[in-house]
């Protein structure tokens, strides 16, 4: 009996011992390390079948075409249903300068009207869109 509480403690030690080491490890890829520098979460929404995240990517310094070095963003539309084996989509729309999410409101479950603004010629347009697991949309002008 003693034996068997001896080799349990030493099991029960080796297993508590393994839950305390914490794995750090640095990532040399110069891709996915560019990628997580520069992408910015801007908004996170979420309907009963949907989880909705919007990132901003920054381009490269100079991008927006002027002198003082500003940048455009691409912005990604990433969608998932919220299932065991999701569908997942992501949508892009490249080269917006100064770009800010107005809101986001659910139409349906499944989609959802996005309002944002960005600086196009130096004048402020706004942009509508909708959104479903399927499909980006531009619905004005």
């Given amino acids: 009996m003693k034996r068997i ?3 349990f403690g030493f099991l029960l030690s080796i297993s508590c011992s393994s839950q305390n080491r914490i794995q750090i490890d640095s ?8 990628i997580f ?3 910015e979460l801007l908004r996170e929404f979420k309907t009963e079948d949907l989880m909705i995240r919007l990132f901003s990517y920054a ?3 100079g991008s927006a075409g002027f002198n003082s070095g ?5 912005i990604y539309f990433a969608v998932s249903e ?13 080269n917006l300068y100064s770009t800010e999410i107005v809101s986001i409101d659910e139409i349906k479950n499944d989609k959802v009207l996005i ?3 960005h600086i196009e010629n130096k004048t402020k347009k706004t942009l509508e869109l ?9 619905t004005s002008n």
């Fill in 5 to 7: 509480l001896v080799i």
């Fill in 27 to 34: 990532i040399s890829n110069e891709e996915i390390v560019d």
């Fill in 37 to 39: 520098n520069r992408i």
């Fill in 59 to 61: 381009n490269e310094s």
């Fill in 70 to 74: 500003e940048i455009t963003n691409d």
């Fill in 82 to 94: 919220f299932d065991e084996l999701p569908k997942q989509s992501l949508f892009k729309i490249k």
């Fill in 115 to 117: 309002t944002l603004v």
């Fill in 130 to 138: 909708e959104l479903t697991i399927n499909e980006l949309i531009k």
